[in-house]
């Protein structure tokens, strides 16, 4: 089926906040919309709130008044699917259920024209399911938006067995005529944005279970690598109710994989009721108005070291050169160790190394290991953990140590990874899952999450900046540590590790 959808007619159901969203967008790229909700005056409802922001935005500058009264001309709220029939687009944002969403498509089959292409904004439903017993599945997408739509510059354009090619095309180029970016992704549960971005919130639940570290040391971690807020701040303003929910959606639509299991800590912020901002409390108290606290960062004193090693590969000989500056400055004479096998520096019989995945104490007595970080000019926050055989003066050196290069390190559990690199190299972890799995390909996963979630970079990008046997090496010291399913690893990993090997 081939087709093209740049001048038709747009029927939009169900206007709720993404319904019309999608009522502006379209209308707003010269598109005719009809806009039906089942809910008696809905629909015009939608679109008196729909011009009440545009109208702010007059007022703002980023809209004229001419502009906003052709917009909305093109939006025409109606009552009926009868008087939609020359529609060539359906776009449905009613409620998520399977039911419902079936029903819908095969009336709108009986009423309008066999090459109307019939598109739903699910989150979550399987469009292959959606499409079973229609006359013509082969015409039946996903075209995923994200709230609030017309900010939001992704769509993940989703592929059901059934869907023709011709069809995905065709909203694929809709949607960049939109100005959003269309990602393709085939129909697997949580499709691309919101199944690589579990381990986002799962390894934070998970070193908040074990009682690892602070939720606002993790939250400083995260953001000290350039994410716009922490997890624990995060799912606080999503609501731990919403994002629970997917996250047992995506479990039980893997057949229960031991790798997307829920956890104990959200589900008892659930049943307590405390679902974050909106209900005054969640991981963090909001009581009165309150911010989430957030982390100490004292002054450190100048480490009282003299003299050290700095270790590293020859693929860090530009971070070497500025560590090495910087040490020098704080009155340190540095020796450099090239070529070493681990990555990070030696102060007499104290090592403090960059984690390897492996705690500190399983690689000594005298062992700190420090996490990624990916310099982003914000609070330099760095997690840190010490083997059960340093002592405190040896802590507290390896702190000043930190401090001299820059960073506000925070003391968390010796578990395995830390904090940043255990959730980075979860979150890759599971994009290559994605691809190896054809659900989407790097570029794609990259841009589904930089665009979808505002991520500071993509999983590709990441994995490109530490290479497929550090991510390997961070995932396999968890699975030894932790065993199960969960930190198992991607065979496409597994795969650029040799592939690593073979052109190096
Ligand atoms: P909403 O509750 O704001 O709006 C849904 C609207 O659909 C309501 O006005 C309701 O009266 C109407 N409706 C329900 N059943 C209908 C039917 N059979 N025929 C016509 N109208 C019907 O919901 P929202 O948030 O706009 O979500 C809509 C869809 O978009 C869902 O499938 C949801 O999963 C999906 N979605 C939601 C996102 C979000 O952040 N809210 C993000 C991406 C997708």
Request: hydrophobic fraction near 45%; aromatic fraction near 6%.
């Amino acid at each position: 089926m081939q087709t093209s959808l740049s001048s038709t007619k747009v029927l939009v159901v169900g206007a709720g906040i993404m319904g019309a969203g999608i009522a502006q967008v379209a209308a707003q790229a010269g598109h005719s919309v009809y806009l039906v909700d089942a809910r008696a005056g809905a629909a015009q409802q939608a679109c008196a709130k729909l011009r009440e922001g545009l109208d702010a935005l007059v007022a703002k500058g980023k809209f004229t008044q001419a502009q906003v009264d052709t917009l909305m001309g093109r939006i025409q709220p109606v009552a009926g699917f009868a008087d939609a029939a020359d529609a060539g687009l359906v776009v449905e944002a009613i409620v998520e259920n399977l039911d419902a969403k079936r029903a819908l498509f095969s009336e709108l089959e009986a009423l309008l024209s066999d090459a109307c292409v019939l598109a739903s904004n699910t989150s979550s439903l399987s469009i292959t399911a959606i499409a079973k017993g229609l006359r013509q599945p082969a015409r039946v997408v996903g075209m995923h938006f994200f709230n609030p739509v017309p900010v939001m510059k992704l769509v993940e354009v989703v592929s059901g067995l059934q869907t023709s090619p011709g069809v995905a095309q065709a909203i694929f180029d809709l949607s960049k005529a939109w100005g959003k970016v269309p990602v393709h992704a085939r129909s697997t549960p949580g499709f691309i944005v919101n199944r690589i971005a579990r381990p986002f919130y799962a390894e934070a639940l998970a070193l908040l279970h074990e009682q690892s570290a602070s939720p606002q040391v993790l939250d400083a971690c995260m953001r000290a690598i350039g994410f716009r807020m922490g997890p624990c701040e995060l799912m606080d303003l999503i609501g731990h109710d919403t994002n629970f929910a997917v996250t047992q959606a995506v479990y039980a639509a893997n057949f229960f994989d031991k790798r997307y299991t829920p956890s104990l800590v959200q589900s008892a912020l659930v049943d307590g009721g405390m679902l974050g901002r909106k209900s005054g409390r969640g991981i963090y108290d909001y009581a009165a108005g309150s911010k989430p606290p957030v982390v100490d960062m004292q002054a450190l004193p100048l480490p009282a070291t003299s003299h050290l090693q700095l270790h590293g590969r020859p693929q860090d000989a530009h971070t070497m050169a500025d560590w090495q500056a910087r040490l020098q400055a704080a009155g340190i004479t540095v020796e450099l160790v090239p070529d070493s096998a681990w990555t990070g520096m030696q102060a007499g019989n104290l090592q403090i190394r960059q984690t390897d995945g492996r705690p500190a104490s399983a690689l000594g007595a005298h062992v700190v290991v420090y996490d990624w970080h990916v310099p982003q000019g914000g609070a330099p926050v760095l997690a840190f953990a010490a083997s059960s055989g340093a002592s405190e003066d040896q802590i507290a050196q390896a702190q000043a140590v930190l401090g001299a290069l820059g960073f506000a390190p925070q003391r968390v559990a010796d578990q395995p990874g830390l904090v940043v690199a255990r959730t980075l190299a979860m979150l890759v972890n599971e994009a290559a899952d994605a691809v190896q799995q054809g659900v989407c390909d790097p570029a794609g996963a990259d841009a589904a999450m930089k665009l979808g979630v505002n991520y500071p970079a993509g999983p590709f990008d990441w994995l490109a900046r530490w290479g497929a046997p550090a991510v390997v090496q961070v995932l396999e010291a968890l699975d030894v540590h932790y065993r199960g399913e969960r930190y198992r690893v991607s065979p496409w990993l597994r795969h650029a590790v040799w592939q690593t090997h073979h052109t190096a």
